[in-house]
């Protein structure tokens, strides 16, 4: 009786420490699994700010030129009254 409740306890502890590594082994390679993805993800996202500040500059662009053609409408209107 005392040996099958040793064999128990042994294989039970085998599992317990099986699944401690397991679980250690995912912790150990969740970072690198994480940095893999923000490498991978890099380019992208750099094209994407690239692609918004260009926007952005197109849009001041369009801002400045909108600006210039309304003082140039309203010297034009002065001049004419």
């Known amino acids: 009786m005392r040996t099958e409740f040793r064999r128990e306890a042994a294989h039970s502890a085998e599992l317990q420490a099986e699944a401690t590594a397991d679980t250690a082994k995912a912790h150990r390679d969740s970072p690198k699994k994480d940095k893999e993805e923000a490498e991978a993800k890099l380019p992208e996202s750099l ?35």
Do not use: G, I, Y
């Open 47 to 81: 094209k994407t700010e690239s692609d918004a500040k260009k926007a952005a500059a197109t849009q001041t662009e369009a801002t400045q030129h909108k600006r210039a053609s309304q003082v140039e409408t309203t010297k034009a209107s002065d001049a004419k009254d």
